[in-house]
Each structure stands twice: as C-alpha cells, then as structure tokens.
C-alpha cells in the first residue's frame, strides 16, 4: 500500500515537472515575444517621431530665415541655426532607419533628399539676402511647392506607421496577454508543485517515522522472540538433563524426589501436582507436589475434564471452559488458570500432570511457554511411568508366580538370607511355615486341572489376606507354600497358623456353576531362634512338621520338635 503510494506520488511529480518545463518554455517564448513586439512598437513610434522631428525643424528653420528675411536681423536666425544642428541629427538618425527597414528605404531616401534641398533653399536665400540680391530668393511657391511634397511624402509614411503601430500594439497587447497568462500558469505550476513536493516529504517523514516505529516494534518482538528462544532453550536443556533421573526412577517415591524440583525450577511462582492411577484404576493418588499446591491426596478421573477428553484442558477466567472439580479449591476466587495434561503411554493413561498458575492476568509470553513446555514434560512422565510399570511387570515375573501372583522361589532365594541376617542383627524371631494343600492330586485327578487351579488360587488368596502386608508368601512347588511370618511370637504365630487352617477348610470352591468340594491344607512350623537360626534348616524343621502332620491326619498343625542341641545353641 504504501509503496504504490509512493510510486503514485513520484509519477505525479514527474508530470507536473514536465508540465513545468513546458510552460516555462511557452513562457520564455511569451517574454521573448512580447520583448520583440515592444522593440519594434518602439522603434516604430521612434521612426514617425523622428519623420515628425524632420518636419518641425524645417518649419523651424523656415520660420527663423523668414524672420531674418523681414528684418534683416541676425537675432531671427537662431532657430534657424538651431534647427540646422537638429536637422543633421535628425536626418542621420533617418538615415539608420533606412538601412534597418528596406521596406520604406526608397520613400525615407526621398524624405531625406527633399528635407535636405528644403534646407539649402531656406540657406541660398539667406546667403543671397546677405549678398544684397533677395531679388534672386527662391520664390515662395517654389519653397511651398518642397515643403508640400515633404508632407505628402511624411504623410503617407506616417499613415503607413500608422497601421503597423496598430497591428504592432495589437501584438504587443497580445503578446503581453500570452506572457501574463503563462506567468500566471507558472507561478500556480511552481506553487502546486511546491506544494506536491511539501506534500510528499511530509507524507515521506512520516512514513520514514512509521517505518522506523514499525522497526522498532519488530527489534522489540524479535528481542522478546529470542528471550522466549532462550528460554525454551533453558526449559528444553533442564528437560534433558532431568530425563536421565526420571527414566532411572523405580519407584514413585523416587520420582516424586527427582520432579519436584524440577518442576520448581521450570515453573517458578506456579504450583501443581503429578497424580498416578491407583492399581485398582478406580481413583489417582497424589505422587508429587510442589509450590504449596493444596489439593487432596487422592482424586476421581471423573472430576478432570482433561482425563474425561483425553487431552489437554486449558481453564481462563475468559476462555469459557469449564473448571476441574479436583482443583475447586485451588481458584477459590476463579481468578487463576489451570492447565491439565493426561499423561498418555502405549494408548494407556498413566496419570495426569496439573498446573495451576495466573495465566488470566499473566505474562502472554510466559502462558505460550508453559503451554509448550508442560506437554514435553507430560510426555516425558508418560514415558517414566510407562518404564516403571514396565519394569514393575518384569520384576513380577521375576520374581512371583504367574498362576497365584505369589513370590516364586527365585524370590526366596534372594531374601530369605536377608532376612535372616535382619533378625540376627536386631534380635526379632520369624516363623517359617510349610503349607501343602491335602489330598490335591486325587482332586486334580478327580475334578480336573482347571479345578485344581482354582483351588490353589483360592488358597493362595485366602493367606494373601489373612496375613500381615510385611509377611511373604511364596510357592515353594505344585500345591506347598512358604509362609513366613516376620517380626512375631511363637505364640502369636501358632495361634494365626491354627486359625488359617481352621479358616481355608470352610472356603467355598466353585468351577463356573459347578461346586467342588472343600478343600483343606495341612501347615508345619519351625520358630528362628528356637528350631534354629539358619534358614534352610528351619525349612527343613518345617517340611519335617508338615510331613507329621499330614501322617496324623492332615487338617491341622504341627510345630518343629525343639531338638537338644538347638535349645543348648
């Protein structure tokens, strides 16, 4: 727009410049025309001046020699002499106007010859008067008869002039019209283009001024552009460096120690939190939260409606978008903004990232980098809690038993001497129980090998339950298990053994709609500290237990014989 402005603007004054050069030239033209017009109106009336000059100093002339001829006194002669000097001036300058004007040459000749013999008769008859013969003047007639023809001649020039000063004062006139009207034209010419000229260079200061504004407005973008680069630069670079902790996580403690500092230092004056999906997939527990976030500890997936859409939830104060009922009491007053991330891994919602910060009144530059910087961060929890889910799996299969989720002994191996050295070193006792399942080939036999699964998942279940969260329940092989019960009595543990065998006998077993009998376990015992302090003899105490009591019936429990040299150690 502007540049067609400004093509526009040099195209008029190109125009008008030549316009200005044409009328300049018309108006020199015009000057030179009217000054030549005037000359020759000059020189005109200069040349029937000079004719009528001619004529008056004869008569002059005339008048002095009659006068002297009547009185005979010298004094009467003075305009005679007077005139005579005139006279030679005059009809030399009569004499150039013959040269400059071939026209009228022949006619001024004569006017000069005549006016010359007028002037020698008028002095013959002076000279003769002196002499004392004015009986030999040239008669009157004869000098009337000179001076007529001299008027005629006079005459008829001057009626000739007559018509040229006319028609020369017409152009004269004409010319002056023609000069005035191309000054006139000029002078509004050089006036309007001046004008045009102080049009442009305003209109051209100011857009050399809304240039330079519009520069200084780019200079300040691009230098908020290059903050904003070098802090997405930062942001990215604290990113990098936090990926390596957060993927060596391996458990959510270890990662909330590891996000939230770095959450601190990405969102400075900002507060959040990072929820995880409980195992049961009913409720997201509180990991991590930093910037004195006050949420609950817990929150239902219903009340985030970035976990109901799947996406990011932006919430403004202007934006129209509804607010989270889990961070109701973070906007106590609706003034701030929220930002939900669902953190998505493998088509698998893990958890959710959110953010709470004054985005309705903040900074836009920083509200455009938290919005580009969360979803990294969001898809780097992902990746964490996909890696620890991951491992947690591997670490299952591992270590427990894909048929009853209880530890395997590839497990035992690696903690049952861990516990014992933890109970030598402190001094609390541990019970190790051997648990096999009564008569469980006959009914896998019977009822078949689906039915027996179901019982030893029924069993195994059961003991998960009934014990304690820091007991260990492995499966030791086909239908035995290993109990062992941590940091107890003896008389405590007895009492729970003897109630586990009481409670699995009254279990109820079902195979789709079909009931299957009871079943029943039978549990030998030994006590650390009493059958023994190593463990693979308390194992081996306890299978001896099991073996008594299976031979005497099963169904029930039997402890370790308390051998002499155990109760000397």
């Known amino acids: ?33 009217f000054t ?33 001829l009547i009185k005979g006194d010298e004094l009467y002669l ?52 002196r002499r004392g013969t004015s009986a030999a003047a040239i008669p009157l007639e004869r000098s009337k008869t000179t001076m007529d023809a001299l008027r005629r001649s006079i005459g008829a020039i001057e009626e000739q002039i007559g018509t040229i000063v006319s028609e020369e004062q017409e152009n004269y006139d004409r010319s002056q019209e023609r000069a005035s009207i191309a000054l006139l034209i000029f002078i509004a010419g050089v006036s309007s283009l001046l004008v045009l000229i102080l049009s442009s260079t305003r209109r051209e200061i100011r857009n050399r001024k809304a240039d330079g504004e519009r520069i200084a407005e780019y200079a300040r973008t691009l230098d908020e552009s290059v903050m904003a680069l070098k802090r997405e630069r930062h942001e990215i670079r604290q990113l990098n460096e936090a990926s390596s902790y957060l993927q060596s996580c391996n458990s959510l403690s270890e990662l909330a120690t590891v996000f939230v500092p770095l959450a601190e230092g990405l969102y400075a004056g900002h507060r959040g939190a ?20 006050a949420g609950g500890s817990f929150m239902l997936a219903t009340d985030c409606w970035g976990l109901r859409r799947g996406q990011l939830h932006e919430h403004t104060p202007d934006a129209g978008t509804p607010s989270c009922g ?9 003034a701030g903004g929220t930002i939900c991330l669902p953190l998505l891994a493998h088509g698998e919602t893990m958890g959710l990232l959110t953010i709470v910060a004054d985005m309705g009144t903040g900074d836009a530059a920083e509200r455009q980098s938290l919005l580009a910087s969360a979803p990294m961060l969001a898809r780097q929890l992902s990746l964490t809690l996909a890696n620890m889910r991951l491992r947690e799996t591997l670490n299952d ?3 427990r038993d894909p048929l009853t989720n209880t530890f395997n002994r590839r497990y035992l191996e690696l903690m049952a001497q861990n ?3 933890q109970a030598r070193r402190t001094g609390s006792g541990f019970i190790v129980a051997m648990i096999d399942i009564d008569h469980f080939k006959r009914f896998n036999d019977i009822h078949g090998h689906s039915a027996g699964d179901a019982a030893l998942v029924l069993v195994a279940c059961h003991i998960q339950r009934s014990i304690r969260d820091m007991d260990w ?29 009481s409670s699995v006998s009254e279990l109820s077993l079902c195979l789709g709609e079909t009931t299957l009998p009871n079943v029943t376990i039978s549990v030998g015992a030994a006590i650390f500290g009493v059958h023994g302090t190593d463990f693979e003899g308390l194992v081996r105490q306890a299978d001896e237990a099991l073996y008594e009591a299976k031979h005497h019936g099963r169904n029930q429990l039997r402890m370790a014989i308390e051998t002499t040299s155990v109760a000397a150690s």
């Open 419 to 421: 516990e014992t050295a």
């Open 36 to 68: 030549v017009s005037a000359r020759s109106l000059r020189e005109t009336v200069e040349f029937r001046d000079t004719l009528s000059d001619v004529l008056i100093e004869l008569l002059n002339a005339e008048t002095g020699q009659r006068g002297f």
């Open 326 to 334: 889990h961070l109701h009491q973070e906007l106590p007053e609706g």
């Open 78 to 129: 003075e305009p005679y002499y007077l005139a005579s000097d005139r006279l030679d001036q005059t009809l030399a300058k009569l004499d150039r106007f013959a040269v400059t004007n071939h026209a009228d040459a022949a006619e001024i000749a004569d006017i000069g010859n005549l006016a010359r013999a007028k002037f020698a008769e008028l002095r013959k008859a002076i000279d003769d008067y």
């Open 274 to 293: 990072l929820y995880v999906y409980a195992a049961s997939r009913n409720q997201l527990d509180l990991v991590a939260a930093w910037g004195g976030f």
């Open 473 to 501: 329940l492995v499966r030791y092989g086909g239908e035995e298990f290993l109990l062992i019960l941590r940091e107890i009595s003896a008389a405590d543990g007895e009492s729970r053994l003897r109630d586990l065998v």
């Open 397 to 399: 299969q591992l270590v």
């Open 1 to 33: 727009m502007a540049t067609s402005t400004v093509r526009r603007t040099r195209w008029v004054i190109g125009v008008s410049v030549g316009i200005l050069i044409v009328n300049s030239f018309v108006l020199y033209s015009s000057i030179v025309a």
